[in-house]
C-alpha cells in the first residue's frame, strides 16, 4: 500500500508538471454554459474562468501590479473558500482577513470588438477587481455577483492579469454585517463561487446587478391584472448599445404554461 501512494505522488507530481492549467500564462478560457441557459443566436457566449489562479492568504504589498511575480503562489480553481473546514464550522475558527487571487491569461481573438464582463458570482466580504494594474471596481457585500466590465481593459495577444483583493474580516457596515464568532456556522471567504468570462454583442440585454437600478436592468417582469382566467403579464426589457451606431430591432419571446 506504501509503494502504491509513493507512486501516485509521483503520478500526481508528474500531472501538475504537464498541465497546461497550471502554467503561469498560457491558460486558455473555455466555453461554458454552467449557470447560464444555452440559447441559439444570442449573440452571448459564456467562458469558464474558474481554472488556474494564483492564491495568497494574508497582507502583501503591491501584488495589484501587472508585473508582480506571483510565481510561488498557491494554485487553485474557484470556487475557492480560502481552506478546509471540519464539519461543525462554528466558533469563529475560519480564517479572517485580507487574500488575494491573480489569474493569467490570453484574450481569445473571438472577444475582440465585443462586450466583455468579468462575472463573479460572489466574493465574501469587501473586495477590489484590477486588470492590468488598472483598478476597474470595489464591492462591499458578500452575496450577490460582482461584475466587472473589461471590455477596453484587455490587451489582446499578450499576457493579461486579473488580481482580486478581498478581505471576509467582521464589518458591521454591509453584509452579510454580523460577528463572525457569535453565529453557529462559518462564512465561506474568498471568491466562493464561479467566475465567468461573458461576451456579448455590442447590442445587448443589460445584466441587473451590474446596471444597479431599481426595478431595472435585464428584464423586469410584472402582473397588473390577474384573475384565474387571465393575467395581464408586462415585460419591459433593458437593451444597451455601445456600438456607437444606430440600430433598430425587435424584442422576441415565448411564453410557456407550467405543462
Not at 487574500?99 to 477590489?128: C, V
Request: overall charge negative.
Amino acid at each position: 500500500m506504501k509503494h502504491i501512494f509513493m507512486l501516485w505522488k509521483v503520478l500526481m507530481v508528474c500531472l501538475l508538471l504537464a498541465n497546461p492549467l497550471v502554467s503561469y500564462a498560457d491558460f486558455q478560457p473555455s466555453y461554458s454554459t454552467a449557470g447560464f441557459y444555452s440559447l441559439p443566436n444570442t449573440g452571448r457566449t459564456v467562458y469558464d474562468m474558474n481554472p488556474a489562479w494564483r492564491f495568497y492568504k494574508g497582507k502583501i504589498e503591491g501584488a495589484e501590479q501587472k508585473n508582480f511575480d506571483d510565481k510561488k503562489w498557491d494554485i487553485v480553481s474557484l470556487p475557492n473558500g480560502i481552506e478546509y473546514l471540519p464539519v461543525e464550522a462554528s466558533g469563529c475558527i475560519n480564517y479572517q482577513g485580507e487574500i488575494w487571487y491573480r489569474k493569467h491569461f490570453t484574450p481569445d481573438e473571438a472577444w475582440k470588438n465585443k462586450q466583455l464582463f468579468l462575472h463573479f458570482e460572489a466574493i465574501m466580504g469587501k473586495s477590489k477587481i484590477w486588470v492590468n494594474g488598472k483598478l476597474l471596481k470595489e464591492h462591499f457585500g458578500g452575496f450577490l455577483p460582482v461584475i466587472v466590465d473589461v471590455s477596453s481593459a484587455l490587451n489582446f495577444g499578450e499576457d493579461n492579469v486579473v488580481t482580486v483583493w478581498a478581505d471576509n474580516s467582521d464589518d458591521p457596515s454591509y453584509p452579510p454585517g454580523k460577528t463572525q464568532e457569535t453565529l453557529d456556522f462559518a462564512y465561506f471567504g474568498g471568491i466562493y463561487r464561479d467566475c465567468w468570462m461573458i461576451a456579448h454583442n455590442r447590442v445587448f440585454i443589460t445584466d441587473p446587478n451590474y446596471e444597479d437600478e431599481v426595478a431595472g436592468g435585464g428584464l423586469f417582469v410584472s402582473y397588473d391584472k390577474v384573475s384565474r382566467q387571465s393575467a395581464l403579464v408586462n415585460l419591459d426589457v433593458h437593451i444597451r448599445n455601445t456600438s456607437g451606431k444606430f440600430f433598430s430591432g425587435k424584442v422576441s419571446y415565448e411564453l410557456y404554461d407550467r405543462d
